[in-house]
């Protein structure tokens, strides 16, 4: 298991929010910083209770699948029997089969 | 061809007066232009009409229909008006996003859905009001106003399908496009009392909608009934290999899906998510028990259903949300930070101060909610819950952090990655609407409608019209 003890994201005041703005390349007025201060704690507080308590091991969140390769032509043979690396003249590709690329939000069946 | 024109139909009354010569495209979409010009200027649901282009799209759409034979012009959108959503790209119509950021882009190419419709014979009315980049909430400091609830222009659409809503409840189109990413299809529809539908991700193409946050972001129908949604949804549902995200299922004919009966559906009632997680109206509560007997004497067999807190769902949707709606704007965020409305900048900047480790938490944590989610609908066709705590509240009322500060029932069905519709499911004592919510399992879209539809039927809500 892993993450459980992770501690949780600080309410930060107003200067070290002006740090991590600063960091951000972002230039705000006094209005303005005060109105990200108020959203920043609430984002804050959402992200200190959100459970940690996953393991190493399961970690399907950011998985995804390429699609399949498209066909390889055989080798082509010559006379005597003997494989060529030169390939047969190309075929038309098949087109990608995208419907087996999800991005992490789309998995919609269930892990057992 | 017959030219008069009723003054409220729903999509699926248009399109059978159509196919049945009894109604002219031309004569429908001239009324309804006539009757934007007259009421919009209360709503605001548009920010741009079409007129000279929605008209020569009739006129090609009646010709079409006069060409063809009896009841065989082939689609059911011919010479339907409807109206997208301000982030749907329109080739060679401004597409805005409701933000000065937009004010001059005009799309080369429509978005998939659009060309969808289109390709199908539905005429644009023109481009629709949204919260700026469909987030936020209504804001004074745009070039347009927000839109207004047309039971009450007092009271807040919802969003961020702000005009789409109210176009739709107004009866300004006879059905709109809106995107939902964390309840913008749904809230609307509550509130303004008509239908939409969030579908299962992956079933209706998101390219050319300009992005939220892609994680939870999809594109979807609103419209007065669930029939009529469903309608939109036979033209809109298909794989796109151009969307990512998007699945090649086998298709289905929504419409022709909606129609058996309920009986013996197992119905769940999420009940303590408006008894304790949102804690609903008296209004509402009644409305959700009414909503349960009805679903008995339709047949269905129902019980109580359990769900991980809404607030769990929340937290998930709040921080992808936040994270990947910065990443979207940050380039344009420092440079023109002050173009962008204040709702629209409190809701996003916040992202910038998020970790990557907590955005991956967050996306962590989803598949967990996803798996439990799935969970129920061993035991349930569908769950029923109510997307809001009480009707439309006043536009006055709405505070610019609200995203933050109160947990949306409707988040639940984005983070789930679960089709979700809502429909008017009642009146308050005054007379405003109060939204239904009905979630299926992944790939259950056609089960949602089928039950919203039967629900209108048994219910008589679809009688009832704002007084404009």
């Not at chain 2, 929605?54 to 010479?79: F, P, Y």
């Not at chain 2, 109580?304 to 769990?312: C, E, F, H, I």
């Not at chain 2, 798996?371 to 509240?393: I, N, S």
């Amino acid at each position: 298991m892993a993450g459980s003890s992770v501690p949780p994201v600080s309410l930060a005041s107003p200067a070290e929010i002006q740090s991590l703005v600063t960091r951000a390349g972002l230039m705000l007025n006094p209005g303005q910083m005060a109105d990200l201060v108020l959203a920043w704690r609430q984002v804050a507080a959402l992200i200190a209770e959100m459970p940690r308590d996953r393991g190493f091991e399961d970690d399907m969140a950011l998985a995804f699948r390429l699609p399949p390769p498209a066909p390889t032509p055989p080798p082509t043979l010559l006379p005597h029997g003997e494989a060529t690396d030169n390939p047969a003249p190309p075929r038309k590709r098949a087109p990608p089969k995208t419907a087996a690329v999800r991005t992490a939000g789309t998995r919609t069946t269930p892990r057992s | 061809m017959k030219s008069n024109v009723r003054p409220f139909l729903s999509l699926a009354d248009a399109a059978r007066l159509i196919g049945s010569r009894q109604l002219s495209p031309v004569e429908l979409t001239r009324a309804l232009l006539k009757r934007i010009e007259t009421i919009d200027p209360k709503v605001n649901a548009f920010l741009l009409v079409t007129g000279q282009r929605a008209m020569a799209a009739a006129r090609a759409a009646e010709k079409t229909l006069m060409a063809s034979r009896a009841t065989d012009h082939g689609s059911k959108l011919l010479g339907i008006p409807l109206a997208f959503k301000d982030i749907y790209e329109t080739a060679g119509v401004r597409t805005t996003a409701h933000s000065r950021i937009l004010i001059d882009n005009v799309p080369k190419r429509d978005a998939e859905t659009v060309r969808r419709l289109r390709e199908a014979g539905a005429v644009m009315l023109g481009k629709l009001a949204t919260h700026e980049f469909a987030i936020g909430g209504p804001a004074t400091d745009l070039p347009w106003p927000p839109a207004r609830n047309p039971w009450d222009l007092r009271r807040f659409t919802g969003g961020s399908s702000s005009g789409s809503g109210a176009a739709v409840a107004a009866g300004l189109a006879l059905g709109a496009l809106g995107s939902d990413t964390g309840g913008s299809i749904r809230l609307p529809a509550a509130y303004c009392g008509i239908a939409g539908l969030k579908p299962t991700p992956g079933l209706v193409s998101r390219r050319g909608v300009i992005p939220l946050a892609p994680s939870l972001d999809t594109a979807g129908p609103m419209a007065w009934t669930a029939e009529d949604c469903a309608i939109l949804m036979d033209v809109l549902a298909g794989h796109d290999p151009a969307d990512p995200a998007s699945v090649a299922v086998p298709p289905t004919e929504f419409a022709r899906a909606i129609e058996p009966s309920l009986k013996g559906l197992r119905v769940g009632m999420l009940r303590r998510f408006y008894e304790e997680d949102v804690p609903a109206s008296p209004a509402t509560l009644k409305m959700m028990a009414n909503a349960a007997r009805v679903f008995k004497d339709l047949g269905c067999i129902v019980r109580d259903a359990v769900l991980p807190p809404v607030r769990d769902y929340n937290g998930v949707g709040r921080i992808i949300i936040s994270a990947e709606a910065y990443a979207m704007h940050e380039a344009t965020l420092k440079t023109r930070l002050s173009d962008y409305s204040r709702v629209f900048r409190i809701r996003v900047l916040a992202g910038a101060l998020i970790r990557a480790a907590d955005y991956i938490a967050a996306q962590r944590r989803r598949t967990d909610l996803i798996a439990a989610t799935a969970e129920p609908f061993r035991k349930f066709d569908v769950l029923v819950c109510a997307p809001t705590a009480d009707a439309a509240p006043l536009l006055s009322e709405q505070r610019p952090d609200e995203g933050f500060s109160r947990p949306f029932v409707t988040t639940v069905a984005n983070v789930a990655a679960v089709p979700s519709l809502v429909v008017c499911g009642g009146f308050t004592d005054t007379g405003l609407p109060l939204g239904l919510e009905i979630m299926g399992p992944a790939w259950g879209d056609a089960t949602v409608l089928r039950v919203g539809h039967h629900y209108e039927q048994a219910t008589g809500t679809r009688d009832r019209r704002p007084q404009l």
